[in-house]
Each structure stands twice: as structure tokens, then as C-alpha cells.
């Protein structure tokens, strides 16, 4: 058996497409895995899709293929951002919850803080980015991310990609699901908070000498640990219906 070199360009192609969806997929994409990893892993992934693809004869110059390389990384970049709504919309919710219960004036008290943030999240955001992922490999979220490469394939096969007039605007409306994600998980917390935001207001109102900035502060924040304690399970429920959406996230602008 030969090995053209029709079949090596679309192996090539297949496996830029991999690679670009697991450089952003979700736990694929984590700094944790050395990109000698990444490569071999995609490379793995191609080698298993290519057999199951139809078969290419034609051949493509060298301008015409560094295009549909190109081509190829952009649609792969787009696959994984789409993977990856439910976990940017868990760390908006923990952004959220953190300004709202002052979970983050450690952030603010410690001058090492803000660059760790930048780099890692807070501490909150790490605790729920650590959540839904152990959430997404309970549920086998990994082997939608397979699936879900596997059949951008059959809806886009390698070589020039036409969309349909709709692609971008359904590529928006997945981009705003990120606040009803976030508003999802962080309205019973914030909603608690404003609760007690209002008796505060109106203790301050009637009782003027107590210090409400002193006493609010502990107790909002005790008040919110309590209530994402409670809420956690939910919130597990919550993304285990959600990200069972994730192959339809990852498709939704190649479907026609």
C-alpha cells in the first residue's frame, strides 16, 4: 500500500483541525499537559478519523493547502471556544458570587494577590473550575470532545468550507447562553445577598448606631459560604444537563 501525497495532506489537515480543538478545549487545553502531549494526542486522534473519512484523490498546490491549513486551525478554534461556554460561564458565576459576598478582599489584602489572580483566578474560581471539570469527566466529557471532533468531519470535511449565512449569527446567540450560565448558578447566592443587603439597610435605617459595614461584611460572607455550600448540588445538576449540550455547542456553527 502507498501513501500519497493526497492522503498525507489530508492526514495533515485533519490533524491541524485536532490539534486547534484540543490547544482550547476544555481539559485538553490545560497548561498541565506539555505541548509534546498535545501534539502526540492529536496526532492519535487523526491517525483514528482519517481511516473512517472518505477518501481524497485530489491534491492541492503549496498556496491553495497553506490556505486550507489555515482554514482548518481557524474552524478548530472556533469547535473548541464553542466547548468551552459552560466552563468560561461557571468562572463569570464565580466572579460574580465573589464580588457580591467580598470573597475577594483576600485578593485585595494580599500584594502577591493580583498577580496570581491574573494568572490563576481567585480562589473561588479555581474551587469551581475544579468542580465542573470533575463534573465533565464524571459525565465522560472527554469522549464528547472526541465525538464532537469526529463529527465536525462528517459536516465539514477537509477542504474548502462554505457556511451558511447563519453560522455567525448562531455563534452570537451561543456567546450570550454565557450569562444565562452564569446568572444560572450565581442568582441563589446573589439573590440571598441582596436579601440581606436590604436588612442591613434597613437595621442601618432604624438603628443607627450599629456599624453595618463592620457587621455586614462577616456576615455576607459567612451568609454566602453557607449558601454556595448549600447550592452546590444543584449547581452539579445544573452543568451535568448543560454540559451534556456540549457536542451541539461544538457543532453549532457548522450545522446547517
Not at 464553542?82 to 463569570?92: D, E, K, T
Request: aromatic residues 8%; negative net charge.
Amino acid at each position: 500500500m502507498t501513501f500519497t501525497i493526497a492522503q498525507a495532506e489530508h492526514v495533515l489537515l485533519v490533524t491541524v483541525r485536532v490539534l486547534a480543538i484540543t490547544m482550547v478545549a476544555p481539559v485538553f487545553s490545560t497548561s498541565r499537559y506539555p505541548a509534546p502531549a498535545k501534539i502526540g494526542l492529536a496526532l492519535v486522534v487523526a491517525g483514528i478519523i482519517v481511516p473512517t473519512l472518505p477518501p481524497i484523490e485530489e491534491t492541492w498546490g503549496l498556496f491553495p493547502l497553506a490556505f486550507l491549513v489555515g482554514q482548518e486551525f481557524l474552524v478548530g478554534l472556533i469547535i473548541g471556544f464553542c466547548s468551552l461556554i459552560a466552563f468560561v460561564g461557571v468562572q463569570m458565576a464565580a466572579t460574580y458570587i465573589g464580588l457580591q459576598a467580598g470573597f475577594r478582599m483576600a485578593d485585595m489584602l494580599n500584594p502577591n494577590m493580583p498577580d496570581l489572580v491574573q494568572q490563576q483566578g481567585s480562589s473561588l474560581e479555581q474551587v469551581y473550575t475544579v468542580l465542573v471539570v470533575l463534573v465533565f469527566l464524571a459525565v465522560d466529557g472527554h469522549h464528547w470532545i472526541i465525538m464532537g471532533i469526529q463529527r465536525s468531519f462528517d459536516l465539514a470535511p477537509v477542504g474548502p468550507l462554505a457556511l451558511d449565512g447563519l453560522a455567525g449569527e448562531r455563534l452570537v446567540t451561543l456567546a450570550s447562553t454565557l450569562f444565562t450560565i452564569a446568572l444560572s448558578i450565581a442568582m441563589p447566592i446573589m439573590g440571598t445577598l441582596l436579601l440581606l443587603d436590604v436588612a442591613l439597610a434597613i437595621i442601618a435605617r432604624a438603628v443607627p448606631q450599629v456599624q453595618v459595614f463592620f457587621v455586614g461584611a462577616p456576615v455576607k460572607m459567612a451568609l454566602g459560604l453557607v449558601t454556595l455550600i448549600l447550592s452546590l448540588p444543584w449547581m452539579a445538576s445544573y452543568m451535568v444537563d448543560r454540559l451534556g449540550r456540549v457536542i451541539d455547542d461544538m457543532l453549532i456553527v457548522l450545522v446547517a
